[in-house]
């Protein structure tokens, strides 16, 4: 681990306010986002979606449509090649069922028509024979004996017997002896916690512009989380090289891990490629919630051992996750964090994924952590209560600190949560009065955050500008971080740096735009970056001053002779090195490329002050604060944005959202009236108190802060409703009807 | 698709009726573009009314109003008279859609799309509200509660629409209000509502009362027995529980995924009793 990257200095850059590139361009309408990319001859694609949770296909009768003249081409399964890779097999399953459907609205034709009304009148002229088959959607029937078989042959080598062929993925974590530690408890509580899936509910839906040339190359635009990953699983899917697919991402409007997998640019290529013609696919809001990937659904159970003066002597959880139709590791973030706050002796974490007919699910934000910490927070607020003791002073009693062996095996290196739960501790909404009806919760979150393979290029324009390729879409603020800390490397003002996010041809590969990581990996090749330039800028310096290129330092964005002994020699500005760089050797770059290691975890506490009517059940959320480590707040903007935005998508997944399935398997909420994501009304400001404890793995400290913040709220906001109302709610949403019937039941 | 704005009621009827099953009014089109759009519907003919002379006026008549049948939200909202008159049948108007919808849609359409959960029905039969149609064969008045006749549909007859709806005058300590519930709090459509429309005599005893509830049952219910339980009484606990329980046990509602048939039934209760406080402090008594 290359955890000696962090050497304190005062900056002048980082930490300040800067305006954001994009922003003029966004408020005006002239940014491009997916749906915005159009070519000439443009097709318009529709897909046909089936009307079954589970059902096997008999025919498809597809040439009513084809005698369109409108039709230009028709795409499915069939076409494909089949036998991939496992993972990538399933991305294309999912996009377009292969035999049998697997979940309502589950694709089964494409078309390609000249405009997008004759493709939906192409659609109605396919038909489809279905027999339909038993279905499960939840993860009690998926996993009950007897449940249909999702798909055969996915179950998977570690699931221990007693489990069924629904079964795909297994995982245990763990260390010590639990039945010393529960012997040495006061009281020891098990419960078990419900949570529905929730959608990332991103403003934007997918929208792909796919251009196949007959020698073979393609171009795509789209909207997604990382075009390298895109042209990764789309040149193994459609059978070409990756040099040959081009992939150019648009500005993306949200993602929240939900753009981190393909679901319609597979199916423009192919159309595209039949056609010969460039297609564009676009999505309904619809689609989007049927046919892209929802965060799993949970079942967990907890049990956890506290002594009277409050140390959690033991705590296990066991964790049934489903994913969707296909397999699925999101129970490995889930049980792995469950417990990741604590410093315990014994604790052990299992977990097994359950195929359900669902939509296979995609990554959101810190996936797998919120539900597994709700139900462990829950759990400990009880025994707090149990005991009467203060959540918060029993938090930094068990508070995992540097040196712990956390729950998943690595020892902590330098954390910052009992920094964060002092600042809670310490600030005046913990002890602010509440009155009637009116309770406060709180919890604490983790997230492991991700570093990865990254490859920054950094130009020294010749009259003195700067320009930074990178290769990450720029999903909450990162050009104008990159650009700061470019700046600040370099010593030149801010708004003398441009960076823009490059195609896949244009520079070396570069992981999603995932697991908090762009700041901290981009930022980290960035400076590196600049350091290269840096150190070509000092070797030009050298030569015009004719001395040793190691006797020439930068400071301030000047080269400057490293001492006396140097010579007396003017200190060149980057801006002059940059004029003469033509007669010294050329233009002057730098670039780096890293698989960078020591993403810092991040930890966060959230307090949660709301309000419940007790004759409706309706919940008014208060007042909230957010507590959390940022390494380094590169722009404070963006980071207090990210916890604000984290903690609202968790007082939706807490109180309303949900995916709702009648008894036929098909989902009956696929649009923003009934998925209740919160709108702005329901929320109060949202406070951010950002802590820094730097991150030894970054040059400047940083810690990713994206996915940290939607961890806490679920159990914040059930440990407030629970406390309010006297009784401890065990499944989310909280929606009204279930806090009145909970209050009800307490009355009776 | 064919789009007519004509400019005369006779006209429009004529339109509407010369292809009754595949012409639709447009009058803000807040529901009716949202269906064209998600393929519900795809009509031959769009009759716009809101080119016909006088049916954006809000008229003075008989001591109450006249709204013309293309009055928006926002529009309804501005006007003080209509304000002070019928306070809860302009809150119910203004709670139909977002700010940006308010612009556009209207009473008239909010009734004749027929949802159960519509905002503004159960505000208007509490009020007592008539609608003026014209179709082929001439004029009529009928009650606003025998418009809806279930879910999405009326009692309007091939090539009728509405022109107007009017709101009755107001003795002296009269008001009314509208609540509904929803589990955000807005952009949302009502799990149950309630409206209630009253009269005081001087010493604060209610002498005359509707109540309406809408989102229990396929149309909205008129509840005779829940305005009984308040008249002779003032809106003290006693009197709003037997408001309360006359209104749970008229409702007839079902589990969906808005809500349960318990929620519902209790929920409807609270709403109604607490939709009559305001109503009664609203007409000058006190609590």
Redesign the interface.
């Known amino acids: 681990m290359a955890l000696d990257e962090y050497q304190k200095r005062d900056f002048k850059i980082i930490g300040t306010r800067q305006p954001r590139p994009d922003g003029i361009d966004k408020v005006t309408g002239r940014a491009l986002y997916g749906a915005d990319i159009t070519a000439p001859g443009m097709l318009y694609a529709a897909m046909l979606r089936a009307p079954h949770a589970h059902a096997n296909i008999k025919s498809i009768d597809t040439s009513r449509a084809e005698a369109m003249s409108e039709v230009k081409a028709v795409v499915t399964a069939a076409d494909f090649v089949q036998g991939l890779g496992d993972d990538t097999q399933d991305v294309i399953d999912a996009c377009i069922a292969r035999d049998k459907v697997l979940y309502d609205g589950h694709g089964v034709v494409a078309i390609a028509a000249t405009s997008r009304a004759a493709a939906?009148r192409a659609l109605k002229l396919i038909q489809v024979e279905y027999e339909v088959l038993p279905h499960a959607v939840e993860i009690d029937d998926a996993l009950a004996a007897g449940a249909p078989v999702i798909q055969a042959g996915r179950r998977g080598n570690k699931v221990p017997k007693g489990y069924n062929d629904n079964c795909t993925n297994w995982c245990e974590f763990g260390h010590g002896d639990l039945d010393a530690g529960f012997a040495k408890a006061d009281k020891i509580i098990s419960r078990s916690f419900r949570t529905a899936a929730t959608h990332q509910g991103y403003i934007e839906p997918h929208a792909c512009l796919a251009s196949m040339g007959p020698d073979g190359q393609g171009d795509l635009w789209c909207c997604t989380q990382g075009q390298y990953f895109v042209r990764t699983l789309c040149a193994e899917i459609i059978g070409m090289e990756e040099s040959r697919l081009r992939v150019t991402s648009s500005e993306i409007g949200g993602g929240f891990g939900g753009k981190t997998t393909v679901f319609i640019e597979p199916i423009a290529l192919m159309l595209s490629k039949k056609a010969g013609r460039p297609v564009k696919m676009t999505m309904s809001r619809?689609e989007v919630f049927k046919a892209t990937g929802p965060t799993v659904s949970s079942v967990t159970d907890v049990r956890i051992g506290m002594t009277r003066d409050g140390r959690i002597t033991a705590g296990e959880a066991f964790l049934r996750y489903q994913g969707g139709a296909f397999p699925c590791l999101t129970i490995f973030p889930g049980a792995q964090s469950a417990f990741a706050v604590y410093d315990l002796s014994a604790v052990r974490t299992r977990a097994v994924n359950v195929m359900t007919n669902r939509p296979r699910q995609a990554a959101y934000r810190a996936p797998g952590a919120p539900m597994a910490i709700y139900a462990v927070e829950s759990v400990v607020d009880e025994l707090c209560q149990e005991f009467g003791l203060d959540p918060l002073e029993v938090r930094l009693l068990n508070a995992a600190s540097k040196g712990t062996k956390s729950s998943y095996g690595p020892t902590f290196d330098d954390i910052g949560l009992l920094a964060t739960l002092k600042a809670a501790k310490a600030h005046p909404h913990y002890t602010a009065p509440l009155g009637p009806n009116q309770g406060r919760g709180l919890s604490c979150g983790f997230w492991f955050n991700f570093g990865g393979n990254t490859s920054v290029s950094l130009n020294v324009n010749f009259d003195g500008t700067i320009g930074v390729t990178e290769g990450n879409p720029d999903i909450g603020g990162s050009r104008v971080s990159i650009s700061m800390m470019a700046a600040e490397e370099l010593g030149v003002p801010y708004d003398k740096v441009r960076t823009i996010v490059a195609d896949t041809n244009s520079l070396g590969h570069n992981d999603v735009t995932d697991g908090s990581r762009v700041t901290f990996a981009v930022g980290l090749a960035t400076i590196k970056a600049a350091r290269a330039a840096i150190g070509e800028m000092c070797r030009r310096a050298a030569r015009v001053w004719d001395i040793d290129e190691d006797a020439v330092i930068w400071e301030d964005g000047h080269a400057k002779p490293a001492g006396p002994n140097a010579g007396s020699h003017q200190p060149m500005s980057l801006a002059e090195i940059a004029r003469q760089s033509p007669n010294t050797g050329g233009p002057i770059s730098g670039h780096h490329e890293v698989n960078a290691e020591g993403a810092g975890v991040s930890f966060g506490v959230h307090l949660c002050d709301l309000e419940v009517d007790p004759?409706?059940?309706?919940t008014t959320i208060l007042r909230y604060t957010v507590f959390q480590d940022a390494g380094r707040a590169i722009h404070p903007d963006f980071v207090e944005g990210q916890m604000q935005g984290g903690a609202a998508q968790g007082i939706g997944w807490a109180?309303?959202e949900e995916y709702?399935y009648g008894k036929d398997g098909r989902l009956?909420?696929a649009g923003f009236?009934?998925y209740?994501i919160?709108?702005a009304?329901?929320l109060p400001k949202i406070d951010t108190v950002i802590l820094e404890i730097p991150n030894p793995g970054h040059p400047y400290g940083v810690r990713g802060v994206g996915e940290t913040s939607i961890v806490p709220p679920l159990a914040a906001i059930s440990n407030a409703v629970s406390r309010t109302i006297g009784v401890r709610m065990q499944e989310l949403p909280m929606?009204?009807?279930k806090i009145?019937?909970a209050i009800?039941s307490a009355g009776n | 698709m064919q789009y007519a704005a004509p400019t005369t009621t006779e006209e429009a009827a004529r339109l509407l009726a010369s292809n009754p099953k595949a012409a639709r009014v447009l009058a803000g089109g807040t529901d009716l573009l949202v269906q064209i759009r998600?393929?519900m519907i795809a009509p031959d003919l769009l009759v716009d009314i809101k080119k016909i002379n006088g049916i954006r006026d809000i008229t003075a008549e008989g001591g109450g109003y006249r709204i013309g049948a293309a009055v928006s939200g926002a529009e309804l909202g501005e006007h003080a008279g209509v304000v002070a008159m019928w306070p809860g049948v302009v809150e119910a108007v203004e709670l139909i859609g977002s700010t940006q919808v308010q612009g556009r849609c209207t009473m008239a359409g909010n009734l004749c799309n027929a949802s159960p959960a519509a905002d503004s029905v159960p505000a208007l039969v509490a009020a007592d509200a008539v609608a003026r149609i014209v179709g082929p064969r001439g004029e009529r008045n009928v009650a606003v509660l025998d418009i809806p006749r279930g879910v999405g549909k009326t009692s309007l007859e091939a090539g009728e629409f509405i022109t107007s709806i009017y709101l009755p005058k107001r003795p002296d300590r009269a008001s009314d209000a509208y609540l509904r519930?929803i589990?955000?709090?807005?952009?949302?459509?009502a799990?149950c509502s309630a409206g209630v429309s009253l009269t005081l005599d001087s010493k604060g005893i209610i002498t005359e009362a509707r109540v309406a509830l809408g989102a229990v049952a396929p149309t909205v219910l008129l509840v005779s027995e829940a305005a009984k339980a308040l008249i002779g009484h003032k809106p003290d606990d006693a009197t709003l529980a037997a408001l309360g329980k006359a209104c749970s046990d008229a409702c007839k509602p079902i589990d969906d995924?808005?809500?349960?048939i318990?929620?519902r039934r209790?929920?409807v209760a609270?709403l109604a009793g607490r939709a009559a406080r305001i109503a009664c402090q609203r007409a000058g008594g006190s609590l």
């Open positions: 939906r619809d004759e409706t059940g309706f109180l309303n709702i009956q909420n009236l009934d209740r919160p709108v009304s329901d929606s009204p009807p009145l019937a009800k | 998600a393929g519930f589990p955000r709090t807005e952009m949302d459509i799990v995924k808005r809500g349960t318990e929620f209790d929920v609270v």
